[in-house]
């Protein structure tokens, strides 16, 4: 019976903080003992290695395009905590051809099953890439910022994705806030959209403060959660963590009844 949660990361604008989250949340629920994979789904330009420091052999292109299998790619960080890294600047792969995009369903899906979480880290936008991944998830989360373009461009994400896919579940994360407050405003103003025009209730997952040391954390290719443990921002990274283990704990029945990856309706 399935048990794994795949998590989709996204947004509509990009640099909001999706590849850092995503990095730090799998670092954590590995640090609380999960077996988790990190994969690297922006296929067009990928730097989950880059934040890693990791110089991988293969990546996921070459799964798809060559020989390699998908347990030859894999990059064990550290046990229990694996990378699925892509190649960048292969534009092909971020309008990925829905043939291809079956086939790496199919390469994948016998790994999956071997973590309680997958994360999947997306570029940003509306590509038909994240699209199709997006919908085959079984929880996304959709990074935003204060910023009103950000707001703007999550909507446009939330709204395509409602229409295209029928997704209706969506969990928003507020990255770059300087309060709870502005976190809740920030989050509240996007409610109010998909409220109003899709009849949609996203729900709040948290926030995560603006800190100086995840920049710094950055140039030096390291999590967050290792550079800077105590730091604001790797606490409310931690407190994130926590918040997925309930949610999986809570979603265990249900995650049982379909695939790693699978579409709703
Ligand atoms: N909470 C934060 N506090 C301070 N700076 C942050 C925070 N989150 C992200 N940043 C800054 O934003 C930059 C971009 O982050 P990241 O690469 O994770 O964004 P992204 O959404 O993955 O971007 P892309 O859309 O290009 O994939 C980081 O290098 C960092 O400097
Ligand atoms: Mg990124």
């Not at 990791?54 to 292109?61: C, F, G, K, S, W």
């Not at 051809?97 to 936008?125: I, N, Q, S, T, W």
Request: with cysteine; proline share 5%.
């Amino acid at each position: 019976m399935n048990s794994t949660l795949s998590i989709a990361v996204l947004s509509g604008k990009g640099g909001v903080g999706k590849t850092n989250i995503t990095l730090n949340l799998a670092y954590a629920l590995h640090q609380a003992g999960f077996r988790t994979l990190l994969m690297d789904c922006d296929l067009g330009l990928a730097n989950l290695d880059v934040l890693l420091g990791i110089t991988p052999q293969q990546n996921l292109q070459d799964t798809l395009l060559g020989e390699a299998r998908v347990e030859d790619v894999l990059c064990q960080i550290a046990p229990g905590l694996d990378v699925l890294p892509a190649a960048s600047g292969v534009p092909e792969m971020n309008d990925m051809h829905p043939e291809l995009r079956e086939l790496l369903l199919a390469r994948l899906k016998p790994v999956l099953g071997r973590y309680d979480y997958v994360f999947m880290d997306m570029g940003a936008g509306i590509s038909e890439t994240v699209q199709a991944f997006a919908a085959l998830a079984a929880l996304r989360i959709v990074v935003i910022t204060p910023e009103p373009t950000s707001l703007t461009d999550s909507y446009a994400l939330i709204k395509v994705l409602n229409s295209r896919y029928g997704v209706q579940d969506f969990k928003v994360l507020v990255n770059q806030a300087t309060s709870a407050r502005e976190a809740q405003n920030s989050f509240d103003k996007l409610y109010g959209a998909c409220h109003h025009f899709l009849q949609l209730k996203p729900e709040l997952l948290g926030h995560i403060r603006m800190d100086k040391h995840l920049p710094e954390a950055v140039c030096r290719q390291k999590p967050l959660l290792l550079y800077a443990p105590g730091s604001q921002a790797a606490q409310d990274l931690q407190s994130l963590a926590s918040r997925l283990q309930k949610a999986r704990q809570g979603m265990l029945d249900w995650l049982g009844k379909r695939d790693v990856l699978q579409e709703e309706r």
